[in-house]
């Protein structure tokens, strides 16, 4: 069982960086592939980024190529989006979801989701 919580998220000018934190309580994150999914309002689901178990694997949505980067840091049981040149098109809730299975999956998959953080880009 996981426990999911994100943090990090805020209100950043365009042009600024965050880096959003999903951190677990329970089971350790080593062997689930994990996912950073935002939702903005009238808009749907999508996945922004997702870094794969053991290989490390990273997949990217276009959107935020060049721009976000997943990590994972496995002692700190922590799975980091470091978000840089943001827009205000990147503004929505961000959520971290978690699968156990070596590959990235669609939103579907997976089975661990946290509560969301806001991330809110405006001058």
């Known amino acids: 069982q996981l426990q999911l919580v994100e943090s990090g998220g805020g209100l950043v000018q365009p042009g600024g960086s965050l880096r959003l934190s999903c951190t677990s309580s329970?089971?350790?994150?080593?062997?689930?592939?994990i996912g950073w999914f935002r939702q903005a309002p009238g808009k749907e689901r999508e996945r922004v980024a997702c870094?794969?178990?053991?290989?490390?694997?990273?997949a990217y949505a276009d959107s935020v190529k060049g721009r976000f980067t997943i990590s994972r840091d496995n002692a700190k049981n922590a799975v980091y989006l470091q978000m840089n040149s943001l827009k205000p098109e990147d503004t929505a809730v961000y959520y971290c979801?978690?699968?156990?299975?070596?590959?990235?999956?669609?939103?579907?998959?997976?089975?661990?989701w946290g509560q969301g953080t806001q991330v809110t880009v405006s001058s």
């Open positions: 870094i794969a178990s053991s290989s490390g694997n990273t």
């Open positions: 329970g089971d350790t994150l080593d062997y689930y592939a």
């Open positions: 979801a978690a699968e156990y299975s070596y590959y990235c999956s669609g939103a579907e998959a997976m089975e661990y």
